[in-house]
């Protein structure tokens, strides 16, 4: 967060060529903004921001915090989700008192965000871009910066695990049905698929997201 004081200025020839401080958060006026989108999370410890001599104030806080978002998994493992980080604070009017601008381009962001991903893990960040807009409520308008996030799902344990073995077991399901065997073998490999065709039920049943609307194609079949 960066912002501006005209009333706490000083030149710095006339203080030992001091250019900037650091004092707590406290100390004077800042932000009061919040995420929408969150339901739980840590406030961060570091409460201090530095002061520098134009009045400019700068804050720098790391927040962990978990987000509510709309997941569609019908492609599911190859699904591609959009979720949405919005920042906003209903304390001040924007039109008046509070507007917020992003310093950084969408470009810029990302790739700052991309050094984070210090491990692979289940999802890829793909894209990230940003809308500012005004929204009213109470007749006032009030200042929100929102992130949208994309993020592409990584389907190769989906497919080693689930797709691939799957597909091998009606294969030769359908090998052995139309194949030349007795009419008892046939039977008690059709047992064996049916069994082995549950388990991979119940695997892929635990593997799965939830879903109350349109279950993942996968699922289905």
């Known amino acids: 967060q960066e912002w501006q004081n005209p009333f706490v200025t000083w030149d710095p020839r006339d203080f030992c060529n001091i250019s ?11 932000p009061p903004i919040f995420i929408l989108e969150r339901v739980n999370g840590q406030n961060p ?31 599911f ?23 917020m601008k992003t310093r950084r381009t969408p470009a810029e962001i990302m790739k700052d965000s991309q050094s984070f991903f210090l491990t692979d893990g289940e999802w890829k960040f793909t894209n990230l871009s940003i809308i500012e807009y005004t929204e009213t409520m109470d007749n006032k308008g009030f ?6 996030i994309s993020m592409e ?3 190769t344990l989906y497919i080693l695990n ?30 064996a698929i049916i069994l082995g065709s ?13 879903s109350s609307n349109k279950p993942p194609i996968i699922g289905t079949h």
């Open 20 to 30: 900037e401080i650091v004092l707590p958060m406290d100390t004077y006026w800042s």
């Open 45 to 75: 410890e570091l409460n201090y921001m530095v002061l520098m001599h134009n009045g400019t104030f700068n804050s720098t806080r790391p927040f962990q915090v978990t987000l509510t978002c709309s997941l569609i998994i019908l492609k």
């Open 77 to 99: 493992p190859f699904d591609t989700q959009m979720c949405n980080l919005s920042i906003a604070s209903y304390l001040y009017p924007a039109v008046t008192d509070f507007v």
């Open 143 to 148: 200042s929100i910066v929102t992130y949208v």
């Open 153 to 155: 799902r990584r389907p």
């Open 162 to 191: 689930l797709i691939l073995p799957t597909c091998a077991l009606y294969l030769l399901d359908m090998a052995v049905l139309f194949g030349p065997s007795s009419l008892e073998e046939k039977i008690n490999f059709q047992i």
């Open 198 to 210: 549950s388990m991979l039920a119940v695997i892929l049943n635990n593997s799965l997201p939830t």
